[in-house]
């Protein structure tokens, strides 16, 4: 069995197909250049300066603003430009990203939501506000699920987290449906409020959704599914990955291309087919060579996934699925936040590299 092992690892790793093509540079916090979010109802877009007259009408609202911690009441006309200067700044280097809340229907601004990176680039916080002529409406709810979704899906941060007043209900039930549980309390100075200090409770957002929590029942049964990845290797010995593009479930985390294993189709050929859609390659059986595998427990399924190595192939990867691609080095892989079944392959896989 190792004889027949170890001809199998030599057969996959031959010398390498023409030279794919370089990795995307993206800083920790980069993010496609003036992106626009949509919506059924709402149109997330950049702040303008000719939003200034619009944004200040709205804000200017005792309920609204003794509910942000820096915004000051009455609010000066001034300050709105001026907030919208220092948005477009901080857009550019890299360090937040502000939208105007529009409606599809009628082009109209009703708030503001934005992710601002926190100092060491892993999160990002999640602040918002629609006007009062617009509450009750789910606008808020839609924009602040939207925002986090792309957040996790084009950020390179780990979560979403926000700041809440403790008597802010409304705000804490957005976060709640948003997908955001609760993380701990504290307490924080609101500017336009005369208390030192208000209690406030913190929440986050994260790709994955948090374990089930277990008694000492036996735990329900899951289904076991069976999926199939592959490291392809380049000449350079680094590895493809490629990051989950919003709208799908774990958007935002990097894997390795593959997917599932359909009804009486084997691993080998489920893998074949998968790197033809997903990556336009084409790939011969005699290439691929099992390496690892994972086995781990989702919530509500357990994931069982082969892992194998490729270095031949036919075609330049291409990402046919919307999804990101980045050629890694073997010293680099950690780097990448990965699903939890992946991250126990990455010791092994760079070991052996």
Not at 50 to 79: T, V
Not at 120 to 142: D, H, P, T, V
Not at 223 to 230: F, N, R, T, Y
Not at 235 to 253: H, N, Q, T, W, Y
């Amino acid at each position: 069995m190792e004889d027949l092992f170890d001809s199998l690892i030599s057969a996959a790793l031959q010398p390498e197909a023409p030279e794919p093509p370089a990795p995307r540079k993206r800083g920790a916090g980069a993010a496609p250049t003036d992106p626009v979010l949509q919506t059924d109802r709402l149109k997330l877009r950049p702040l303008e300066a000719a939003d200034a007259s619009d944004f200040h009408r709205l804000i200017n609202d005792w309920d609204i603003c003794r509910k942000l911690p820096d915004a000051p009441f009455p609010y000066p006309s001034g300050m709105a430009a001026e907030w919208i200067g220092a948005a477009a700044a901080d857009r550019a280097s890299g360090q937040a990203q502000q939208f105007a809340i529009v409606l599809q229907s009628s082009g109209k601004i009703i708030g503001c939501a934005g992710l601002r990176l926190t100092r060491n680039g892993k999160s990002a916080e999640l602040g918002y506000w629609i006007g009062r002529k617009f509450w009750r409406q789910g606008f808020g709810l839609e924009a602040a699920a939207r925002l986090t979704a792309w957040g996790l899906a084009e950020l390179r941060i780990a979560a979403v987290t926000a700041t809440v007043a403790e008597d802010n209900e409304a705000s804490i039930t957005v976060l709640r449906r948003a997908g955001f549980t609760q993380t701990g309390k504290g307490k924080q100075a609101f500017l336009c409020r005369a208390e030192a200090k208000l209690p406030v409770l913190h929440f986050a957002a994260t790709r994955e959704a948090p374990a089930r929590k277990t008694g000492s029942s036996e735990p329900a049964p899951r289904s076991v599914l069976l999926v199939v990845a592959c490291a392809l290797i380049d000449a350079d010995s680094r590895v493809l990955l490629a990051r989950r593009p919003e709208g799908k479930k774990m958007a935002g985390l990097w894997e390795f291309p593959g997917g599932k294993v359909n009804p009486n189709e084997t691993p080998e050929a489920a893998l074949i087919r998968e790197l033809k859609e997903e990556l336009g390659l084409g790939v011969e059986e005699r290439n691929i060579a099992p390496f690892a595998f994972a086995s781990h427990a989702y919530d509500g399924f357990h994931l069982l996934m082969p892992l194998y190595l490729c270095r031949r192939w036919h075609g330049k990867p291409q990402p046919r699925e919307g999804q990101a691609l980045a050629w890694v080095a073997r010293d680099r892989l950690v780097e990448y936040p990965m699903p939890a079944a992946d991250r126990p392959l990455i010791p092994m896989l760079r070991d052996f590299l």
